[in-house]
């Protein structure tokens, strides 16, 4: 195991302020506080080389729950150990060790080419020259980075400067990598490029994740471990495999049919679903999980011609809207 | 240190994009500095002076102050205003994922090019003062007091920018400070000995002009030791406040 979060607390102090000079020179001597209970008592472990998605409405407490575990934040109570460390005691010891991307925020310098960043990076991490130089090939032919990289990162899409705060991120080979929110505002096809290097990156390296997002493709797509928090405070944690069969409960079928060749037997089968559509040879059927899918099947086969035929599970983002509605 | 030179380096390059930007300012505030010992030189030349004090010791005090202000505003100055700003936009997070001493990032990425111009300036007025008075000066004081005014700089950007991360919005506050240290832009004993005292004792306000002019001078200090330790006490200090804040540093929201 190299995560373990016991009973993280962090509840902010917030100081309602007020406006003009006068309030503004009041409150520096009294102010008024607001807590807000961001995270309310986390308790998780995470093995090596895990994927782990973090899902929640906004303002769940996630961020929060990152920034702690990359010792950004100091918790209000409750421990933190990754990889032997908490973070808090040995800072500068402990971020050698992991990476981290913020979706939002560059760690890259605007007005110089990337490359020039990652050479800082270096300097800063201690890498030694050769295995920086086989890394960073690595890593920019496995995005296809290599022009962009030498251009200022002021004159660079999203999508490019994302990948290369992948590569910032990555250069010292870190065991973790804590990603927030990293495919936001990137195109489908970037996202898939990211997507496919971070399979690639785990393959390789065993890197552990831990990755927040709204997209729950991203969490289809990389990870094999749901989180689902929800007002600070763990509701689900589980394979993704397991949160659909728990929260999946209905399966749909679409039937394009020609005839009917056993009207009784069809609409005993009808009987048991809701319909949803009802056209005269098109159903749209919705059908609880408890039925025998496969005998349904065989039923609808043998009691009409058909022509085209789909089955659908719901995707995982309905089912997460279901829980958020649940839980609000 | 290396980190350090390399944020330097970095810095200068991605300065030197905006070309003639760059340089136009670098032009502009040396001239601008230039001119600054001009009301002295109408002070002294009306008959009126500073007590104690003749015309080339105070042009050797004069160049000495706008160099070390220079220092302090090309080491220090942004500082403040980058600390500010990374607070506000949660900037402050990514250096902390970083494990290099957040100061040492921060003091990288606050240098400021253009103060050089003052540094130049002050440098020029002083030497040109000092080989005019062919003095015999104790070089060694003069410059730990070099080292101390700068370290005593430094203190009162930490001092402010610790309370910048907790009352966010309060940017003035460095011009605050800085019409304070304006305090030091004359010599020490024009004011009242409780000022003196005050600003050599408690806050060393004093080192940043008066004493190094001194030491070059050979005025007779009274206690040399005690304002090289409160300097020091007081760098501790606000080092010590500046850890706490960065402590209780919440992020921005995300
Ligand atoms: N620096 C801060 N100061 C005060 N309150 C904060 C701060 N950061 C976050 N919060 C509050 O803590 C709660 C959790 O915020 P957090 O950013 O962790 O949510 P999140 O799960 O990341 O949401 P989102 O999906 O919108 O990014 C929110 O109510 C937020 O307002
Ligand atoms: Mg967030």
């Known amino acids: 195991m190299i995560i373990e979060l016991k009973d993280l607390k962090k509840t902010f102090k917030i100081y309602k302020k007020e406006e003009g000079l006068l309030n503004s020179l009041k409150s520096l001597i009294k102010r008024d506080v607001v807590f807000v209970e961001a995270v309310k008592g986390i308790n998780l472990k995470i093995e090596k080389g895990e994927r782990v998605g973090f899902l929640g409405p906004n303002g769940a407490g996630k961020s929060t729950t990152i920034k702690m575990m990359c010792g950004i934040l100091h918790p209000t109570s409750g421990d933190i150990n990754i990889l032997g460390f908490n973070p808090l005691k040995n800072r500068k010891k402990y971020v050698k060790n992991i990476g981290v991307i913020f979706g939002q925020k560059s760690q890259l310098w605007f007005d110089i080419p990337a490359v020039d960043s990652f050479y800082l990076h270096r300097e800063i991490y201690g890498i030694e020259e050769d295995i920086f130089e086989e890394r960073l090939e690595f890593l920019t032919n496995l995005l296809s980075v290599k022009e962009i990289i030498k251009r200022p990162v ?14 910032a991120s990555l250069l010292h080979n870190p065991p973790v990598l804590f990603l927030d929110e990293p495919t936001i505002g990137v195109d489908a096809i970037s996202k898939d490029e990211i997507r496919n290097f971070l399979h690639e990156v785990n393959k390789k390296f065993n890197t552990t994740f831990i990755l927040t997002t709204h997209d729950m493709d991203d969490i289809e797509e990389v990870c094999n471990r749901v989180v689902i928090i929800d007002k600070g405070t763990i509701i689900y944690d589980g394979s993704l495999k397991k949160l659909k ?22 609409e005993s089968l009808l009987k048991k679903a809701d319909i949803i559509v009802d056209g005269k040879s098109y159903k749209e059927l919705k059908l609880s999980k408890d039925l025998d899918i496969n005998k349904i099947l065989k039923d609808i086969m043998s009691s009409v011609d058909v022509v085209d035929l789909s089955i659908q599970e719901p995707r995982l983002e309905s089912v997460i809207k279901e829980i958020y509605k649940e839980v609000k | 240190m290396k980190t350090y030179l390399r944020l330097l380096s970095l810095k200068i390059s991605s300065r030197l994009s905006y070309k003639l930007d760059f340089f136009t300012t670098l032009i502009s505030s040396l001239l601008w500095s230039l001119a600054s010992p001009l009301f002295i030189i109408l002070l002294y030349q009306s008959g009126a002076s500073y007590p104690d004090w003749n015309f080339n010791e105070i042009l050797l005090f004069i160049g000495i102050y706008t160099a070390l ?7 220090f100055y942004n500082f403040f205003f980058n600390t500010g700003a990374d607070v506000r936009t949660g900037y402050l997070e990514l250096t902390l994922i970083k494990p290099v001493d957040e100061l040492v990032l921060l003091l990288g990425k606050s240098f400021d090019w253009e103060s050089l111009s003052e540094v130049l300036a002050g440098s020029l007025i002083a030497i040109y003062a000092f080989i005019q008075l062919s003095l015999s000066p104790n070089i060694f004081l ?3 007091y070099i080292g101390l005014a700068l370290l ?24 605050i400070v800085e019409r304070f240290m304006d305090i030091a832009s004359h010599p020490k004993n024009v004011y ?3 000022v003196q005292t005050g600003f050599s004792i408690f806050i060393p306000l004093f080192i940043i002009s008066y004493y190094p002019a001194s030491a070059l001078i050979g005025f007779e200090l009274v206690y040399p030791f005690t304002i090289i330790l409160t300097t020091l006490i007081f760098f501790m200090l606000s080092l010590y406040i500046w850890r706490k804040s960065i402590k209780n540093y919440t992020g921005a929201g995300g």
């Open chain 2, 142 to 144: 003069f410059l730990v």
């Open chain 2, 192 to 194: 009242p000995r409780v």
């Open chain 1, 154 to 167: 002021r004159n660079l899409s999203l999508g490019e400067r994302m990948k290369c705060e992948f590569i």
């Open chain 2, 69 to 75: 202000f220079g220092l302090g505003r090309a080491f």
């Open chain 2, 152 to 175: 005593f700089y430094f203190s009162m950007i930490l001092l402010i920018s610790s309370l910048i991360m907790k009352y966010v919005q309060v940017t003035r506050l460095i011009e």
């Open chain 1, 245 to 266: 069969s728990k929260y999946v409960k209905h399966t749909n079928i679409k039937i394009d049919y020609s005839k009917v060749k056993n009207k009784k037997k069809f």
